[in-house]
């Protein structure tokens, strides 16, 4: 028998499948929108032009400057642009970012988010919103920037760069393994975590082989998928805590930071999580968690140093310095000293 514990699940519409994109104009009639929004990265103008077409007369406008990390600038920007086309829905198209947007629109307006992810941070599966403002990220939990509804469809990530796709699951990954440990971790949760790791390894590796592989890439969105509904549910802990930090605080990518930082996490904490850990060592065929996941980034071309994301070496230590002071829960006491020397090896990019 499990041990006594509260789960959690959040509800979403989630639609999936190869051509997914062609449902978005009805599953937009669906949460009964009818002056949509769109909001797109770069990378996904194509898309986003379908999706106008589409929509017809519920198109009421679009965005397609995003930023990482959601500059508060931009967020402003936003909710000025939603206001002034009175829009009672959003459609993000991309990453994390363009979602990320959404959300911070969402967040003082409540209206519905209707994501289509192309690549796999999972931020689509969550709760969570962040943004960033005088080198600082503030990040928060509110049901409001859940998105209603996500469609997820293969053939958009088909095109994604091998490195952005290697550095996304990374990020992803990140997702299931700190889903395990934080204190709001539960049984179900884990299942869900190690689940989504064992697709996500087992659809990279093939993805490296052929990028246009649609069955490793759905893989990969099924994996996302199921990572972000466990760190949903689970919420955040040290690592993420961490990499917010980092990335807001001193520009870094968001995904590219994951990869450095996790398996230094791991090693300090898989041991508080024995049943887990082996489970997710498991999951990607590796016998210890931490030095698996550095190799696993390593072979698939993520960097896995700091330094490589132009972090200096007082830097590291000025994060873990500051990071301290708020008292950082997790299941392995923490102090500066035990996260100077993380973030240490993480910056020199040191195999844990």
Not at 181 to 194: G, N
């Amino acid at each position: 028998m499990p041990e006594a514990f509260v789960h959690v699940g959040l509800p979403s519409r989630v639609v999936f499948g190869a051509r997914a994109l062609d449902q978005v104009a009805g599953e937009v009639e669906l949460l009964g929108v009818s002056r949509a929004l769109v909001i797109a990265t770069g990378s996904a103008r194509e898309a986003a032009d379908v999706v106008e077409l589409g929509l017809g007369d519920r198109f009421a406008g679009r965005i397609d400057e995003v930023r990482q990390h959601v500059p508060v600038e931009r967020a402003e920007a936003a909710r000025a642009k939603a206001q002034e086309i009175a829009a009672d829905g959003i459609v993000a198209i991309g990453g994390g970012s363009a979602i990320g947007l959404a959300k911070a629109i969402a967040l003082t307006t409540g209206l519905p988010i209707l994501a289509v992810p192309t690549t796999y941070a999972g931020s689509e599966m969550t709760p969570v919103w962040g943004q960033t403002a005088d080198g600082r990220k503030t990040t928060g939990t509110d049901l409001a920037v859940l998105p209603r509804t996500v469609v997820y469809d293969p053939v958009l990530s088909s095109r994604l760069p091998l490195g952005i796709t290697a550095a996304s699951v990374a990020n992803a990954l990140a997702h299931c393994v700190e889903a395990t440990w934080t204190p709001k971790a539960d049984p179900i949760t884990e299942v869900l975590a190690v689940e989504a790791a064992r697709a996500l390894h087992d659809g990279l590796l093939a993805v490296v082989q052929d990028p246009h592989d649609l069955d490793a890439r759905g893989n990969l969105l099924y994996g996302a998928s199921l990572a972000g509904s466990a760190l949903a549910s689970a919420g955040t802990g040290l690592h993420h805590k961490l990499c917010h930090l980092l990335g807001g605080s001193y520009g870094l990518p968001h995904a590219e930071t994951h990869a450095a930082v996790l398996p230094h996490v791991a090693h300090l904490n898989a041991a508080a999580v024995p049943r887990a850990g082996a489970r997710l060592e498991s999951a990607i065929q590796a016998g210890d968690l931490a030095s698996g996941l550095y190799d696993f980034f390593t072979a698939t071309g993520v960097p896995t140093s700091l330094r490589a994301l132009g972090l200096t070496e007082e830097q590291a230590r000025e994060a873990a310095r500051t990071f301290a002071a708020g008292h950082p829960e997790n299941p392995v006491p923490v102090d500066e000293s035990v996260l100077t020397d993380l973030l240490v090896h993480a910056w020199a990019g040191d195999r844990p």
